[in-house]
């Protein structure tokens, strides 16, 4: 069983950046899936970006991150990345790492599709 936990959050201005980790404890962190969600207060935790098995058959990107997100993964150091640019105070929210057990070809944004979570680290971004 995999055990996730991130890194890297705090408090930015709009406009700022962060690069948040997910450190795993699993081997085998090469077998897995990742993804990154987010959840604010009172809201549903929704999908922010996924990246297969090797980092190299897709990165995949919510509509409201594009272009500002990069998810990235070194599996030498069982670790995921996502670095935010152009922070906005709508990205507020405690950020989860995620992993599911695949190596297919086709991505997940349903958070039931991961069997692991991470204890999630704060972002806060002040306008």
């Known amino acids: 069983q995999v055990q996730l936990g991130e890194s890297g959050g705090g408090l930015v201005q709009a406009g700022g950046s962060l690069r948040l980790s997910c450190a795993a404890s699993?081997?085998?962190?090469?077998?897995?899936?990742m993804g990154w969600f987010r959840q604010a207060p009172g809201a549903e935790r929704e999908f922010v970006s996924a990246?297969?098995?090797?980092?190299?058959?897709?990165?995949v990107y919510a509509d409201s991150v594009k272009g500002r997100f990069t998810i990235s993964r070194d599996n030498a150091k069982n670790t995921v990345y996502l670095e935010m640019h152009n922070l906005k105070p709508e990205d507020t929210a405690v950020y989860y790492c995620?992993?599911?057990?695949?190596?297919?070809?086709?991505?997940?944004?349903?958070?039931?599709?991961?069997?692991?979570w991470g204890q999630g680290t704060q972002v806060t971004v002040s306008s």
């Open positions: 990246i297969d098995w090797s980092g190299l058959r897709y990165t």
């Open positions: 995620a992993a599911r057990s695949d190596r297919g070809k086709y991505y997940y944004t349903d958070p039931t599709a991961y069997a692991y």
């Open positions: 699993e081997r085998t962190f090469s077998s897995y899936a």
